[in-house]
């Protein structure tokens, strides 16, 4: 690996572990008694039926589907890199339709008129 690539793959680390410390962050403000309108309120910030590019689930995708199209681009023989570029295609749906519609169900039975303020 190259001192770029080390660079760049420690950047990718750091970034991840800020991600990582701020999802702890959000699970320790959900831990314990809470309200299902602060609750719904904080679901929609991970997903937003109206506008899912804004939650985080949206911004996950949108990695996902960044890194699929880098997997195609790599010096792998390209059948491999089109097969591993295909399963993060599917992992950034399975966020967005299965994982977001999920969320989309929860937040609405928590707090029906719930919007993001």
Do not use: N, Y
Request: proline share 3%; with cysteine.
């Amino acid at each position: 690996m190259t001192a770029a690539a080390r660079t760049r793959l420690e950047r990718v680390r750091a970034s991840a572990g800020i991600a990582k410390l701020a999802l702890q962050q959000i699970e320790d403000e959900l831990a314990g008694p809470i309200d299902a309108e602060i609750l719904g309120g904080a679901l929609r910030e991970l997903f937003d039926e109206t506008d899912p590019m804004r939650g985080l689930l949206g911004q996950l995708q949108q990695l996902l589907t960044v890194a699929a199209q880098a997997a195609v681009l790599t010096p792998l023989d390209q059948d491999e890199a089109v097969a591993a570029a295909c399963a993060i295609e599917e992992a950034a749906a399975f966020v967005a339709d299965s994982a977001g519609m999920r969320l989309h169900l929860a937040t609405s039975t928590l707090h029906p008129q719930g919007d993001r303020s």
